[in-house]
Nanobody, 125 residues
Framework: VQLQASGGGLVQAGGSLRLSCAAS????????KAWFRQAPGKEREFVAG????????EYAESVKGRFTISRDNAKNMVYLQMNSLKAEDTAVYYC???????????????????WGQGTLVTVSS
């Protein structure tokens, strides 16, 4: 099983980026998926999570109204659209997938079994 995250880069504050995460090696159409991030010197934190059908999603307070998580089960993909980026959004972003998982625990890193390698997002102010 592999998760490949892409789409990171350097962007000015107020700009937008779209992260993508491709899963291979297994079908995750019934799995919870999420994005986490880790800024330099800080712990990894939850950013956004989505249920297997896409009907439910949750966001960290710091990104609500600016970020949108989505998924395409036919393509085994999960996305993170990031708008109105701020300098404090600078971090390495990781996609994650749970083999099963309880959606009630979507914000917990312990819910997830597979992690991508991370993609760096740098927002200049």
């Amino acid at each position: 099983v592999q998760l490949q995250a892409s789409g990171g880069g350097l962007v000015q504050a107020g700009g937008s980026l779209r992260l993508s995460c491709a899963a291979s090696g297994s079908s995750f159409s019934t799995s919870i998926k999420a994005w986490f991030r880790q800024a330099p010197g800080k712990e990894r934190e939850f950013v956004a999570g989505i249920s297997w059908s896409g009907a439910r999603s949750e966001y960290a307070e710091s990104v609500k109204g600016r970020f949108t998580i989505s998924r395409d089960n036919a393509k085994n993909m999960v996305y993170l659209q990031m708008n109105s980026l701020k300098a404090e959004d600078t971090a390495v972003y990781y996609c994650s997938v749970a083999r099963g998982g309880n959606y009630a625990n979507v914000q917990s890193a312990q819910t997830y079994d597979y992690w991508g390698q991370g993609t760096l997002v740098t927002v200049s102010s």
